[in-house]
């Protein structure tokens, strides 16, 4: 069973910082990109950044670019994601999801974790 | 960037009803196009991909159509578990976006 299990959230004040975690299983982990997208409350879906199986090349989302940054460990199975100088319109549930098997005909959003919740305020 | 516009953003509709909901793209994509359900408290879930594909597991009286810039996701027979809201996303080119969604409520 495809297991993606994203940790790290809490309450983070102004131009603070947090890293997420997302712990994967039940797949070959250095078979698949990954992705990180948010949704703040009450909101819709924004996807934020794109890491590929080998690590590179990354891509993101223009309201994250040079304050997040995306990687991933082999060893570990696992996803990151760095958020620096975090704003209160960061706050949101951050999920990481997995994209489908194959070239780029197959990055869609196949499997997702259950999210964690950042709250950036004061 | 590609913009994606869902229409309508709210439906009222009745168990057993047939539903449709188009994504319009701001450019062409070809058929790089996925639909994803979202329940109050839930993650997304995939339904479909590459406009038409069913995504494993997913009841067939879901249906994507559509390929360019003009989508469809068609929900036969509504279910009470169909309740929910959807949203298309583009995978053609970065960065990725999605629609802003279509609340499906019942009647």
């Known amino acids: 069973e495809v297991q993606l299990v994203e940790s790290g959230g809490g309450l983070v004040q102004p131009g603070g910082s947090l890293r997420l975690s997302c712990a994967t299983s039940?797949?070959?982990?250095?078979?698949?990109?990954m992705n990180w997208v948010r949704q703040a409350p009450g909101k819709g879906l924004e996807w934020l950044a794109y890491?590929?199986?080998?690590?590179?090349?990354?891509y993101y989302a223009d309201s994250v670019r040079g304050r997040f940054t995306i990687s991933r460990d082999i060893a570990k199975n696992s996803l990151f994601l760095q958020m620096n100088t975090l704003r209160a319109d960061d706050t949101a549930v951050y999920y990481c999801?997995?994209?489908?098997?194959?070239?780029?005909?197959?990055?869609?959003?196949?499997?997702w974790g259950q999210g964690t919740l950042v709250t950036v305020s004061s | 960037d590609i913009q994606l516009t869902q229409s309508p953003s709210f439906l009222s509709a009745s168990v057993g009803d047939t539903v449709t909901i188009t994504c319009r793209a701001s450019?062409?994509?070809?058929?790089?196009l996925a639909w994803y359900q979202q329940k109050p408290g839930k993650a997304p879930k995939l339904l479909i991909y590459g406009a038409s594909t069913l995504q494993s597991g997913v009841p067939s009286r879901f249906r994507g159509r559509g390929s360019v810039t003009e989508f469809t996701l068609t929900i036969t027979s509504l279910q009470p578990e169909d309740f929910a809201t959807y949203y298309c996303?583009?995978?053609?080119?970065?960065?990725?976006?999605f629609g802003q969604g279509t609340k499906v409520e019942i009647k």
């Open positions: 996303q583009q995978f053609d080119s970065y960065p990725r976006t």
């Open positions: 039940g797949f070959t982990f250095t078979a698949y990109s």
């Open positions: 999801a997995r994209n489908g098997y194959g070239d780029f005909r197959a990055e869609y959003l196949q499997e």
């Open positions: 450019q062409g994509i070809s058929s790089y």
């Open positions: 890491i590929s199986s080998v690590g590179s090349p990354v």
